[in-house]
């Protein structure tokens, strides 16, 4: 049953998708010049239209005030471990605490 229900399949593959893939790669223009590519044309048209360029914000700044303030309360708060573990301890909560603090100075524009 199961090979059947393969053939089946791998026969309804071969019927509907290499013809598609055979007219695909046909091209009827080929005089394309290389300073206008399609994909250049569709660039500045998106980049004229939509306005692609991204805004400036302060996610840097904030995801690392927000590790950095964590990182040195932490670390005032707890003070009987060693100094592996407090450094270990700082890059991991630096770390998980640089995501939120960048979101949300990812909303402050510059």
Do not use: C
């Not at 290389?34 to 939509?50: D, Q």
């Amino acid at each position: 049953m199961t090979v059947r229900l393969l053939v089946v399949s791998a026969s309804a593959f071969l019927v509907l998708a290499i013809p598609g893939l055979v007219n695909g790669q046909r091209r009827t223009d080929l005089r394309v010049g290389l300073s206008e590519l399609p994909v250049e044309r569709s660039r500045r048209f998106l980049a004229a239209t939509l306005h692609l360029e991204p805004e400036r914000s302060y996610w840097k700044e904030g995801g690392a005030l927000t590790a950095l303030a964590v990182v040195v309360a932490v670390n005032l708060w707890v003070r009987d471990v060693s100094t592996g573990q407090r450094v270990g301890g700082s890059l991991a909560l630096g770390s998980v605490f640089f995501v939120p603090g960048a979101l949300i100075g990812g909303l402050i524009r510059k």
